[in-house]
């Protein structure tokens, strides 16, 4: 079986074009059907004691094996060319030697099919050659009545006998070519379609990531030109103003909007860096994680005290993308920061995260503002905004779930207005992913 496949593929290298690979392997498998044809022929023969067709069937049967050898040589054209100019001097020669009642002509429309299966249809040359080739030796045959040397014929009931073998072996021939070809269209066929559904496809979301873009061109450029604007104003203010107070008020302000230029930049990058990075597996301490990310948000940007809670059960080690998870928690924690509720008597944040062999499920608690449930769906789309009580970009969530979604894990959200949110990260263990 290794042998035959290693038959069909010869003359195929790693450089062969798909379609040409085709030709080659059907030009391989023609030569082993055809050789075992011939041998046939050869036993047939054998048997009824025709000595010169009996040599010349097996001869043929031998030579078809020069066509893989041919081809593995890249002597593609002249191995199918070759094949297919011996084969209708056999089937001639023997249509002669054996008689017309034998109706070995009847191969003749096997021959028909076999430039069909040999030559692509951009091989016009070579198929319209092979047709006059064919063409010329069926007219040479017609032309000297199937029969010019009756006295080197077999006994008419030999001749009989033989064509009871013709007409099965023909058809059979004929009946797989047909099948072949009609096979091959109709696998042709269905690869055209399912191109064009995976072209349709992709062009629905070439459009999606279009407008995706669309849409972040239009709010980025907004976000990013506001800080600049309010800096431009207050540097105009700034340079008409005697007072050194007046002065360092407006430098506090020009900070304050250069912050945001910088955190907005900062989301950015982190998104595209997420786009882009291939995971990078490290193992991962939740309290050690947690614990840094509470001291970053040690001084708070909301003017109240806020009670910061972690609690954390982890017994085996964790494996996960380190850097992704600290943008994510990084975000949660910062939300719940920001959108903390200042007329509460007890803000706080609770972190609540378990850890087992297969997942680690993280809560990030508040009990700020809350959500209204009909933002909920949205919230985790570029740019929405569910409020405007608070500044904010809208690109944070976003980046989460896209983040979230690369280290192979999900995001829920839980949240009701004035009493609080609890998002829940669940993502899995990638030790042995
Ligand atoms: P941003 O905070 O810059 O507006 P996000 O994508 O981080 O953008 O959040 C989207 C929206 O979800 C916010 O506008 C806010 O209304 C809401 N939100 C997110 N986290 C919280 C939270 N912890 N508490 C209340 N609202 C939140």
Request: charged share 20%; net charge neutral; glycine share 4%.
């Amino acid at each position: 079986m290794k042998l035959l496949g290693k038959i069909v593929n010869s003359g195929v290298y790693e450089n062969t074009p798909s379609r040409k690979r085709k030709t080659i392997r059907i030009g391989n498998q023609m030569a082993i059907f055809l050789s075992f044809t011939f041998f046939c022929h050869f036993f047939l023969f054998s048997w009824y004691e025709l000595t010169i067709p009996k040599w010349i069937v097996l001869w043929s049967a031998l030579f078809q094996w020069t066509i893989p050898f041919l081809q593995s040589k890249g002597k593609y054209i002249l191995a199918r060319l070759s094949t297919l100019i011996l084969d209708c001097t056999v089937i001639f020669i023997c249509s002669l030697l054996v008689g017309k009642a034998s109706h070995i002509y009847f191969y003749y429309f096997v021959a028909i099919c076999v430039p069909l299966m040999l030559f692509s249809k951009k091989e016009k040359i070579n198929t319209l050659l092979s047709y006059l080739l064919i063409g010329t030796i069926i007219i040479l045959d017609v032309f000297l009545g199937f029969n010019p040397f009756v006295e080197f014929n077999p006994p008419l009931e030999v001749q009989q006998a033989i064509s009871l073998f013709v007409y099965p072996i023909g058809l059979t021939l004929i009946f797989m070519f047909v099948f072949y070809l009609t096979n091959e269209s109709y696998l042709a066929t269905k690869k055209f379609q399912s191109e064009l559904g995976n072209s349709n496809h992709l062009n629905e979301e070439l459009q999606n990531v279009n407008k995706a873009l669309d849409q972040f061109v239009y709010s980025a450029s907004h976000d990013l030109r506001a800080p600049i604007a309010s800096v431009l104003g207050l540097i105009e203010l700034a340079k008409s103003e005697d007072s050194i107070e007046k002065v360092k008020e407006y430098l506090l302000l020009q900070e304050k909007s250069l912050l945001k230029l910088d955190e907005f930049i900062r989301d950015i990058l982190n998104y595209s860096r997420n786009a882009r990075m291939e995971i990078q597996r490290e193992e991962v301490d939740f309290n050690e994680m947690i614990h840094e990310i509470f001291s970053q948000h040690q001084f708070n940007k909301v003017p109240f005290e806020i009670e910061k809670m972690k609690s954390v059960s982890q017994n085996n080690p964790f494996i996960t993308d380190r850097k992704r998870l600290e943008v994510v928690l990084n975000n949660l924690i910062s939300n719940a920061v920001r959108y903390s509720n200042p007329y509460i008597e007890s803000p706080y944040i609770r972190v609540n995260v378990k850890v087992n062999p297969s997942q680690a499920i993280i809560k990030v608690e508040d009990n700020g503002l809350g959500i209204d449930n009909h933002h909920l769906t949205k919230i985790f789309d570029m740019f929405y905004r569910a409020t405007d009580r608070i500044e904010g970009t809208g690109i944070g969530l976003y980046i989460v779930k896209e983040t979230i979604e690369k280290i192979r894990g999900e995001v829920l959200v839980e949240s009701e207005l004035e009493k609080g949110s609890c998002f829940t990260v669940i993502i899995p263990n990638l030790k042995d992913i």
